[in-house]
């Protein structure tokens, strides 16, 4: 600013002085300008000092802020500082707490060591002890104290310290326990022996020779062995030398005497330190005598034990050798039961013994209680006996329908009402007669009531039903229990019947004769079923239930129609089959190859037809036979009919050969050929719906339209009995031209 | 079908595969399983029973240069199977009517066997071989004059045969399958997938023609 002011002044100077005179107002006006000038300098300049104000004054503002931000971080930085002194002082005081929790649990860890490793020190003590005791063969004073080492040894295993210490006394313990146990195994071994001689040393068939050898002198070193075992030998160790043992003894004595008839036991010495078992060959020993045997050897091992522990060591084998044993028992009176009156009447000596040989099972201590399966199998032998039978049966039933389907035989006509007469009526005498009379009276007024028709069954379906009445026929002398057991079993024989037969008809091919024979079977099956019940009997079939087979009939008879028609439907696809090969019959009397055509399917379809008949002659009853052979004749027939009527327009060649060939190689060829003697040309018509019909089919293709006028007879002629009005119609304007007459032969077939 | 040989190295050489089917005939109990077990299995049992229904068992022979699959249907001669069979006439390309040397009525019954064969073959043109069999036995009652006759009247093949001394049973059907190859109309609709064989010469042998002729 002084510079300018400076600068102007300077600039007035000269100008005054260049200036002096005249030039005043000039001068003048450029000092006015200079002015002017000045001032819009200061303008300018005082401008940009009001801007530079105006940006400096935030940027002071925000330092002072900035400043007392300054300064409050100092002071949180500071009691900051202060907090984090005291907390330091803090830690150092719990370190030292947690130091002195730290030196106190080890001065218990140190103590428990201390504890620990004075236990040690007793063990290894003790153990030394131990071996002493076992060199000395004091062995039960070696026994009682490993048994106490091991207690310590249980007690301080949780304790975890000086593992290496305590994993040696371990295994030093586990060596002196071997030890005493070899030392055992060998006293025993010297003190206890048990022989097997082979019959080779035996004047006897077969001798097995048991015994305990025990020298007199050293029985109570003996008692101390085994004192000393009881007390050393682990339980798993002690069964399992008890478990051999009893092996032996089944093995060698009991089995052998049980299952071999001809083997009897004698003792051959008996003393206080040896027993000897000899199993000898003789006669037939009775099952009394073997059972009595059996409680002389399980007195005599018994005996052996020394007496403080003879109960534990008793309840160990009994154990042991219980369920064999049983078994062995149970086989022998199982195969000894009884079939006959007489046999269940000796039958109870046998179960005497039984009882007897329970009681010296509890008195020996082989067994705690009482009860046993072996009396109650004695007490139930009835139950056995029946079950056995029925077993039987089934067996008897299984086998017979193992037989093969195609052994047949003729059944039918009088047996079936043979087996009617077969029971006997056991009402009150007078009722019986009466009774007796009436179903003879029944019987002889309808004889073909309760007849089977004559065909062809499996001979092992006969069979099985003969065993049917035969069980029933076993119920009448029985008690109720056992015949209503009895009726289940021979139901049970014909559930088999049917799960059998269905799984042959499931397996097998579909073959005619044995769909006859399935279809037979059942129906033969089915028959006796609904006859027979507890009405056959009256009175003599014990208990009160229905006893009756009349549930299973109509299963098979639905059975025996499922597998009948499923053989019909089989053999109509055959026919059909056939008829399908063969063309139309439009042209066919200038066709050649329609005409074989024609000729080899007829000539099929009548050959399977006959063919499946002469299967089926003797098999089927002849009634069903007949329909059969018919209905599929029936089914040939009508496809003929049908064919020969879809023809719109017949040439004279057309009728010609049609006519030729339904009335050669049908009509004719079947009542020469194929229809039986029996078989009358009105039977045929019964039983082929279709027969008549293709007869007048024939002849109305070669007949004049008079001839079908007067055979029609104003609807009363034969023609007209069998065939339709359309059907003649269609046939008369296919056949003859339109002509007036063919209108008015039209007109009359009404 | 039939798909022609093409080259191929070292010795080997495409075979044409034919199948045919074969069906063996005639009245029970003259020998049509032990003929069919003998030329399969080589084996025999004098103990054979009863053929069931049908049999059937597969046999490959290379024969005048193409392996051919014969699927041989055992029938049963009893009566009551009659209805059975037909069904397996259908698509044969050879028969062997079978009758037993000793019996004359299994020799008659030939007739009602060609009857069958004519009405249910779909085949006309098949090729027909009659086997006498059993000429083992001694007390033979049909002369190979007679069997010769009957082949010639119904223009089949005929060969007398014993399934217990083999004699003749291979001859019977190879010379059976020579023939229905010599009719290339017969199997061409069964012939099928293209095979390499290695020995070409094994299959390429004429077939014994010893007893057999061609009427």
């Known amino acids: 600013m002084a510079a300018m002011v400076e600068e102007a002044r300077d600039l007035v100077s000269n100008i005054l002085r260049s200036c002096t005179n005249s030039e005043g107002l000039m001068l003048e006006e450029s000092i006015q300008r200079v002015l002017k000038r000045n001032n819009e300098l200061k303008m300018e300049v005082s401008g940009f000092l009001k801007k530079y104000y105006h940006e400096f004054l935030p940027m002071a503002d925000s330092s002072l802020s900035l400043e007392n931000r300054a300064r409050d971080i100092m002071t949180d930085t500071q009691r900051l500082t202060s907090l984090i002194e005291d907390n330091l002082n803090s830690q150092r005081l719990s370190d030292s707490a947690g130091k002195r929790q730290e030196g106190e649990a080890r001065l218990k860890e140190i103590t428990v060591t201390i504890s620990f490793v004075e236990s040690l020190l007793e063990v290894h003590k003790r153990l030394i002890k131990a071996r002493e005791e076992l060199k000395n063969s004091n062995y039960l004073r070696a026994a009682e104290l490993t048994e106490a080492v091991t207690e310590i040894m249980i007690e301080i295993r949780g304790l975890g310290c000086e593992a290496i210490v305590y994993r040696s006394l371990k295994e030093e313990l586990d060596l002196l326990k071997s030890d005493i146990k070899f030392s055992l195994y060998e006293e025993w071994n010297k003190m206890v022996t048990w022989t097997t001689l082979s019959s080779n040393n035996q004047s006897t068939d077969l001798a097995i020779l048991s015994s305990h050898t025990v020298p007199a002198e050293s029985c109570e070193d003996f008692e101390n062995v085994v004192l000393s075992l009881f007390t050393i030998l682990e339980e798993e160790e002690w069964k399992a030398r008890v478990k051999t043992y009893s092996?032996?003894?089944?093995?060698?004595?009991?089995?052998?005497?049980?299952?071999?008839?001809?083997?009897?036991?004698?003792?051959?010495?008996?003393?206080?330190?040896?027993?000897?078992?000899?199993?000898?060959?003789?006669?037939?020993?009775?099952?009394?005598?073997?059972?009595?045997?059996?409680?002389?050897?399980?007195?005599?091992?018994?005996?052996?034990?020394?007496?403080?522990?003879?109960?534990?060591?008793?309840?160990?084998?009994?154990?042991?050798?219980?369920?064999?044993?049983?078994?062995?028992?149970?086989?022998?009176?199982?195969?000894?039961?009884?079939?006959?009156?007489?046999?269940?009447?000796?039958?109870s000596m046998i179960s005497e013994t039984v009882l007897q040989l329970e009681e010296s099972f509890v008195e020996l201590g082989?067994?705690?209680?009482?009860?046993?399966?072996?009396?109650d199998y004695t007490k139930n032998v009835d139950t056995h006996i029946v079950n056995q039978q029925c077993q039987d049966i089934l067996d008897h039933a299984r086998l017979i329908l193992t037989r093969p389907l195609y052994e047949t035989t003729a059944v039918g006509g009088a047996d079936t009402t043979e087996l009617l007469k077969k029971f006997k009526f056991r009402a009150e005498p007078q009722q019986k007669e009466l009774e007796q009379h009436q179903v003879e009276a029944d019987i002889s007024s309808f004889p073909f009531s309760f007849l089977f028709p004559c065909c062809l069954i499996s001979s092992s379906t006969k069979d099985l039903i003969a065993l049917l009445y035969d069980t029933l026929s076993k119920c009448e002398s029985t008690s109720a229990a056992t015949a209503s057991q009895m009726y289940i079993t021979s139901r049970d024989m014909v559930d088999l019947f049917i799960a059998l037969s269905q799984s042959y008809c499931l397996t097998g091919e579909s073959d005619p004769l044995v769909s006859v024979l399935q279809h037979n079977n059942y129906m033969y099956v089915s028959h006796h079923l609904l006859i027979i019940g507890r009405h056959q009997f009256s009175s003599g079939l014990p208990g009160k239930a229905p006893m009756t087979f009349i549930d299973f009939v109509p299963q098979l008879r639905r059975l025996a129609e499922s597998c009948f028609l499923a053989e019909m439907g089989s053999q109509t696809s055959v026919i059909e089959s056939f008829l399908k090969s063969s063309p139309s019959f439009n042209d066919i009397g200038s066709d050649p190859d329609k005409q074989e055509s024609l000729t080899l399917a007829v000539c099929q379809s009548l050959n399977h037809i006959a063919s499946l008949s002469k299967t089926f002659s003797n098999a089927l009853p002849d009634e069903l036979h007949k329909r059969c052979k018919y209905g599929l004749l029936n089914l040939l027939v009508s496809e003929l009919i049908e064919r020969t009527l879809s023809v719109e327009d017949f040439s004279v060649d057309d009728s010609n050969f049609l006519y030729t060939f339904l009335s050669s190689n049908v009509l004719e060829k079947w009542s020469v050929d194929h229809r039986g003697r029996d078989e009358t040309e009105e039977a045929v018509a019964d039983l082929c719906t279709s027969w008549e019909k293709l007869k007048e089919l024939v002849f109305v293709l070669k007949a004049e339209q008079e001839d079908i006028v007067s055979r029609w007879g104003k609807g009363e002629g034969p023609l007209s009995k069998h065939m339709s009005v359309p059907e003649v119609k269609h046939l008369i304007r296919a056949s003859f031209k339109n002509t007036s007459r063919r209108a008015e032969t039209l007109a009359k077939i009404t | 079908m039939g798909v022609s040989p093409r080259p191929l190295r070292g010795n080997l050489r495409v075979m044409e595969d034919v199948s045919l089917k074969i069906l063996i005939i005639g009245d029970s109990g003259v020998g049509k399983s032990s003929l069919l077990l003998r030329f399969v299995n080589n084996t025999f049992d004098p103990d054979q029973a009863s053929t069931i229904g049908v049999d059937f068992k597969v046999k490959t022979v290379q024969l005048a240069g193409k392996r051919v699959k014969l699927a041989i249907w055992d029938t049963a001669g009893q009566e009551r199977f009659r209805t059975l069979t037909p069904a397996y006439y259908r698509g044969a390309q050879g028969v062997i009517l079978v009758y037993d040397v000793c019996l004359p009525d299994t020799f008659e019954g030939l007739e009602v066997w060609l009857n069958e064969l004519d009405t249910y073959a779909t085949k006309k043109d098949l090729v027909k071989m009659l086997v006498g069999n059993k000429i083992d036995k001694t007390e033979r009652k049909i002369s190979r004059a007679d069997g010769l006759q009957f082949a010639r009247r119904n223009s089949m093949l005929f060969i007398e045969s014993s399934a217990k001394t083999r004699d003749g049973v291979q001859e019977a059907f190879e010379e059976l399958v020579q023939k229905i190859l010599q009719n290339p109309d017969l199997y061409t609709e069964n012939t099928s997938t293209v095979n390499v064989s290695s020995n070409p010469s094994s299959g390429s042998e004429p077939p014994s023609l010893c007893g057999c002729s061609l009427v």
């Open chain 1, 366 to 375: 082989l067994v705690v209680s009482e009860y046993t399966s072996l009396s």
């Open chain 1, 247 to 347: 092996q032996k003894l089944l093995e060698n004595i009991v089995k052998p005497l049980l299952t071999n008839g001809e083997h009897r036991l004698e003792v051959q010495s008996e003393r206080e330190d040896k027993i000897e078992m000899m199993i000898m060959t003789s006669p037939p020993v009775s099952i009394e005598d073997k059972l009595c045997s059996v409680i002389t050897i399980l007195t005599t091992v018994t005996k052996m034990i020394p007496l403080a522990h003879r109960p534990d060591w008793s309840s160990k084998l009994g154990k042991e050798i219980e369920p064999e044993l049983y078994l062995l028992v149970h086989s022998l009176l199982s195969q000894s039961s009884p079939k006959t009156a007489e046999e269940r009447t000796s039958y």
